[in-house]
């Protein structure tokens, strides 16, 4: 069975926040809608200091709280391990953005532009959105399940793969099926001791995350 699961580098997340524009842009999402959020943290003792940044989405856990609390079923695990939310289903009673442990959920309650008037591109991709629902990351399903019909590789195909993961100038994002133990992904986190957040919520979250490499900190602080 397939499980799609994002790996990122933290010692090549340089903090441009590009994966946000970018999955901003290819999903259309308007003002204070945003799926990827790059966390900063400041770690070291001055005058050795150093940022961390943590790029965060929907975890797409393999055991979600989200899809237990949800009393109208419209958030949904699929076979390949993707949680994704039936618009048409979502009632908006919000109990799942309350359920998960990432803060990774969002809620549309008004239809927001960024200029006074709709640019043209406005008006012809938001409407994709409903007003009153729920949104999140669900490492661009539609983009993952096209490219699958086109004979494309998720994780090696531009148009298979989450957009974020192309779209990284430091190439710190990579996109794979966890469940073969022979995928780039799955030897990345065994290699570079993949980690996942908050393990104790005992979520199985499909996003891991590679440790800094010893002395990067030194290095960096260094300069």
Known sequence: MVRWGMVIDLTKC???QTCTVACKVENALGPRIQRVTVVEKEI??????????????????????????????????REDGIVVINKDDCIGCRYCMMACPYNARMFRGVERSYFDSPSKW?????????????????????RVDQGLANGLKPGDDLDATPFCVFACISNAMEFGDLDDPDSKVSQLIKERGGFQLL?????????????????????????
């Open 122 to 142: 406005e008006q012809r991709r938001y409407p994709e959105h409903d007003v009153g629902v729920v949104d999140k990351c669900d490492f661009c399903a539609e």
């Open 44 to 77: 070291g003792t001055f005058p050795k200091v150093t940022r961390l940044y943590i790029p965060k989405r929907c975890m797409n856990c393999k055991d979600p709280q989200c899809v237990e609390v949800c009393p109208s079923g419209a958030t949904e695990q």
């Open 199 to 223: 393990p104790e919520m005992e979520t199985d979250p499909s996003v891991y995350y590679l440790p800094r490499r010893q002395g990067d900190d030194e290095e960096n602080t260094d300069e």
């Open 14 to 16: 340089a903090g441009c």
